[in-house]
């Protein structure tokens, strides 16, 4: 009898040890367990953000907590790798700099996304799921009015008559390496009038007031449609692109491989306009991250 007792109880042991190796972070088991998704603090990273979570938990049985507005790449680097969140949306561009600290300017764009993920799994067992769609690449714009006054479209037309302009950059684009203004400047040899370093949320009134005719935005900033800018093309291909994905940790993968099919979902479902869309409804329309969200996957029928 007593050696009965003995084995029961270790049965019970064993199955409490296997179960509480299921656990998503730290939580949940199986196909039913719970995953943490991330965003960074601005507002595309939490549509982003959102978005996962209502894909995830619409395509399967996981139970998902939205950590939003956790902070800049530095902050979600370390939730990641830590395992304090399980995934979120990231730039390839922003994981060749900052990441993976490649400082070799970039050249063959085409390349950046199979570069970076395949270091990411060997290096940090990462892994970037397949590309939502869009590039939210640096850039330069201007006024509907200034291109039209000059014939701008690429950045070098606007080489050539940057000596009538003044260009505002916010303080990070002024500073970054190697993807910032003086990498720029010795690319395209531009000489404007007058540079302006400033905070970022001022870009747009110096714009509206002319104090500046260029600045630096992000191809789907919100502000570029409130505004009427026009983004010019990067002829030179200075910039790295900005692949918009998923990167996950890759032991959640393993332990949910459900997880990959539902986020790769999303795959090439988000076009530039689109995403610059959903910036405007948030910051110039006020409307939640989360309708906004919503709205988008119901539209294109994935949830």
Request: proline residues 3%.
């Amino acid at each position: 009898m007593r050696r009965k007792t003995t084995w029961v109880a270790l049965l019970v042991a064993i199955v409490a040890v296997v179960a509480a190796g299921c656990g998503g972070s730290g939580s949940g088991s199986g196909s039913s367990g719970k995953i943490v998704v991330g965003s960074k603090n601005f507002t595309e990273s939490i549509v982003l953000g959102e978005m996962l979570k209502q894909l995830i938990e619409a395509k399967t049985d996981l139970k998902v907590e939205h950590k939003s507005n956790l902070g800049a790449t530095d902050i979600t680097y370390k939730a990641i790798t830590q395992g304090d969140i399980d995934l979120y949306a990231e730039y390839d561009g922003t994981i060749y700099s900052s990441y993976l600290k490649i400082t070799d300017p970039v050249s063959d764009p085409r390349k950046v996304y199979d570069l970076v993920n395949g270091r990411l799994q060997d290096e940090l067992k990462l892994k970037l799921t397949k590309p939502l769609g869009f590039n939210n690449t640096f850039t330069l714009a201007v006024p509907q009015a200034v291109a039209d006054k000059y014939h701008l479209q690429t950045y070098s037309d606007l080489a050539k008559v940057a000596g009538e302009l003044t260009l505002g950059v916010d303080h990070e684009f002024m500073n970054r390496q190697p993807d910032g203004w003086k990498g720029l400047q010795e690319r395209y040899g531009f000489k404007f009038k007058d540079v302006k370093a400033m905070d970022s949320g001022l870009r747009y009134t110096s714009i509206n007031q002319n104090q500046i005719q260029v600045t630096n935005a992000f191809a789907t900033d919100g502000q570029l449609k409130s505004n009427n800018m026009v983004i010019l093309k990067d002829d030179k291909f200075f910039f790295p692109p900005y692949n918009a994905a998923p990167i996950v940790r890759m032991d959640t993968l393993e332990k949910y491989p459900e997880l990959e099919d539902a986020l790769n979902a999303l795959a090439g479902q988000i076009t530039d306009p689109e995403m610059q869309e959903m910036n405007y409804l948030v910051d110039d329309k006020g409307e939640s991250e989360e309708k906004v969200a919503k709205d988008f996957l119901t539209k294109k029928g994935l949830i």
